[in-house]
């Protein structure tokens, strides 16, 4: 193998980042209620409440996930877990386990860290015909963010209990996507995600002196055959 052969393919290695391959991460899972989030596979979700234009004006409600037929991922913004209920009782400050819109727009905000990736689908649990949802695109989580795409009200006029929305190609593009609710009849949980990774991480430092110490050895060689 030439010294051009081996930089070309050890930049190749560098630089790939994943396959084009869509990944699921499955939220039909049991974690109890926590202010500073999950981790789910990629991404992890914190909770959020929003303005009617999808600015983010907290950042630390409560996220929790269960599983089964009815399992997903659901936001309260009460004032404490003990408050956060399993039926739909808004009442004496409780509020109810799903993404929903009742007192606050709720909203799961979904950070990716320093990948870039594309939403191919979204599918909601808890789902009938009178809900609908807002997505969202946001350059960080932290207060007063304003969001970078917003689209709002977003419904299937069907009752599945399960429904999925697919995108279109490059629609949702980003490192952090928020999925919310904005009305009193909005209640679903977040059960899935489908995406891909359309960029590569930062170059890693190993690999920029693997390239530059190779590239050093190409200039060797012209230097010897001159």
Not at 193 to 200: A, C, F, L
Request: glycine share 12%.
């Amino acid at each position: 193998m030439t010294v051009k052969t081996l930089f070309a393919a050890g930049a190749a290695t560098i630089l790939m980042a994943g396959g084009a391959s869509a990944t699921t991460i499955d939220f039909n899972v049991g974690k109890g209620w926590s202010s500073s989030g999950h981790t789910y596979g990629a991404v992890t979700v914190t909770g959020a409440t929003v303005d009617t234009n999808g600015k983010i004006l907290t950042n630390d409600e409560y996220v929790a996930s269960w599983s089964g037929s009815s399992g997903g991922l659901g936001i309260c913004s009460a004032s404490s877990t003990s408050k956060c209920t399993t039926g739909t009782s808004e009442s004496y400050g409780k509020d109810q386990h799903t993404i929903e819109g009742a007192n606050k727009s709720e909203m799961a905000l979904l950070d990716f860290g320093s990948e870039t990736v594309q939403i191919n689908s979204v599918t909601f649990a808890y789902w009938d015909s009178n809900d609908d949802f807002d997505f969202a695109t946001y350059a960080s989580t932290n207060l007063g963010t304003e969001a970078t795409l917003w689209s709002e009200d977003n419904y299937s006029n069907s009752n599945p209990s399960i429904k999925t929305f697919t995108f279109a190609e490059g629609q949702l593009v980003g490192k952090i996507f928020g999925f919310g609710a904005d009305d009193s009849s909005d209640e679903f949980k977040l059960r899935s995600i489908s995406y891909t990774v359309v960029s590569t991480v930062p170059l890693p430092a190993g690999g920029l002196l693997l390239m530059t110490g190779l590239g050093g050895i190409a200039a060797l060689r012209r230097r010897k055959k001159a």
